[in-house]
């Protein structure tokens, strides 16, 4: 606790993605924040400028540090080299995904088409981390450039059968739960969040003490 009184807690927010929640059904001015761990926090900002501006600020930060880790100093140019190409990867891995599809409808042999499925659902799992990462770059170039968030909705169709029913059967399909469905996949990822919660017990410094941490959502 610091002097004031108020709670301050620190979290992981590296490659991080930070959208309004206007649906929430008690609270006012709510956003959420996914992590590259695969941890979803909501907050409730003071006010609707205050949660804009925290949003900017997030994504600003993550795209700066993001620049930082790859030695690059422009990091506008950065974002929309990494924009061009994660379109370039979507195209071929769907070309290819297709391609495999078109394959499977003639194969009939149990291993044979066993394997072409293994490799369907990887290149959907591909897909849906290069969309997240495409969804991710536009949000942190809006930020740095004043102009409109990207639409969700172009993400969310993005999400692959599997991930649309394990998604809704927790009731909770958005960009946050996919964001973090995504990369609950990565197990370097997994690995340093545990190595991050040990050091966290360790140090409590603290963050958004202009926000109050919704527990209970």
């Known amino acids: 606790m ?7 807690y620190a979290l992981f927010a590296e490659d991080s993605i930070v959208q309004s929640v206007p649906e929430h059904p008690k609270k006012e001015n709510v956003f959420c924040l996914s992590n590259s761990f695969g941890d979803v926090y909501q907050f409730q900002a003071t006010s609707q400028t205050d949660l804009e501006n925290w949003v900017t600020a997030i994504h600003s930060a993550c795209a700066s540090l993001f620049a930082k880790k790859l030695g690059k100093e ?13 379109f370039q990867k979507i195209d071929m891995d769907s070309k290819m995904k297709k391609m495999a599809e078109l394959q499977l409808s003639i194969v009939s ?24 990462d495409l969804f991710r770059m536009r949000c942190y170039l809006a930020s740095l450039q004043g102009g409109e968030l990207p639409n969700p909705k172009s ?17 909770i ?31 409590k410094k603290g963050l958004f003490s202009s926000l109050k941490g919704l527990d209970t959502l």
């Open 109 to 132: 042999d149990p291993k044979n088409r066993k394997a072409i499925e293994n490799q369907i659902q990887q290149w959907e799992q591909n897909l849906e981390k290069f969309n997240m």
């Open 155 to 171: 993400l969310l169709a993005a999400a692959s059968r599997p991930s649309k029913l394990a998604l809704g059967r927790l009731g």
């Open 74 to 86: 422009d990091t506008v140019r950065l974002l929309k080299n990494q924009t061009k190409s994660l």
């Open 2 to 8: 610091e002097q004031n009184g108020l709670p301050r």
């Open 173 to 203: 399909f958005s960009v946050s739960s996919f964001h973090a469905l995504i990369c609950s996949r990565d197990e370097a990822a997994l690995r340093k969040r545990t190595l991050s919660l040990s050091q966290r017990v360790r140090n």
